[in-house]
């Protein structure tokens, strides 16, 4: 069977190599591409799409709008992760609010149902470093997952095709472990 690919955009994350090491022990390689620089269709390619977290606030539609456009437009599946998430809720239309600096490991409760989580039990904890917040789910999609200040802790598309999440994926164990059930969608 031939290793599966995975883009990732780097929106500017402090944990890059962290995430694409996740991938890899998980049995896919990744390309990099930042993301003022992604291509208009992911093709052939790649099996999926990761965003991952950003320095630059989410709501910034005009820097993101190649980025927007791609992930709304592919047919593969889309995975924004923190601020990668918020890109992709404040596009669908979506809001941000403030909250309480979250840094290091919080618990969140998610849809046990979901394919996404067929890898953990109802409850997780995962990596947190932000202050910004997705304040319900946007049209088209659902919040999978909450915690104490995240309402939409993890999100969904309507169609399963777009998820999301606010924490880091890529520090902890049950943050790999949600990685694999994104990875079983493609496998």
Sequence with gaps: MATSRVLVVNNG???LKQLRDRFAELGSATDTVEAAHVPAKAGDRYQAIVLSGT???AYDSDHYRP??????TT???VF???GGMQIIGVAAGGGLAE???RVGGHQARVDPGEALFAHVGPTVTVFHRHTLYLRQAPPGFRSIGRSEHAPVEFLRSDDGRIHGSQAHLEFRRDG???LRGFTDLWK
């Design 99 to 101: 909250g309480p600096q």
């Design 67 to 72: 980025l927007i456009d791609l992930v709304m």
């Design 55 to 57: 320095k630059v606030r």
């Design 80 to 82: 924004g992760i923190c």
């Design 75 to 77: 047919d593969v599946p």
């Design 176 to 178: 790999k472990e949600i």
């Design 13 to 15: 994350t402090l944990s």
